[in-house]
């Protein structure tokens, strides 16, 4: 499965990798992490995300 490196910008960049069938897919895991992952101190308004770059990595 390919694993893609996803830039999301809000007040400050995130860069986070996951593995997802297709890139669709990958940013929406992407933003889903910043949601179900509270140790990671990130806020939850993912609408206010915007998805900037996807680079594949493997």
Do not use: C, G, W
Request: charged fraction near 30%.
């Amino acid at each position: 499965m390919p694993k893609y490196h996803i830039t999301i910008e809000e007040k400050v960049t995130y860069e986070v990798e996951v593995v997802a069938l297709h890139v669709d897919a990958a940013e929406d895991a992407a933003e889903q992490a910043f949601v179900n992952d509270p140790d990671l101190n990130f806020p939850t308004t993912v609408h206010t995300r915007r998805v900037s770059n996807v680079e594949m990595i493997e």
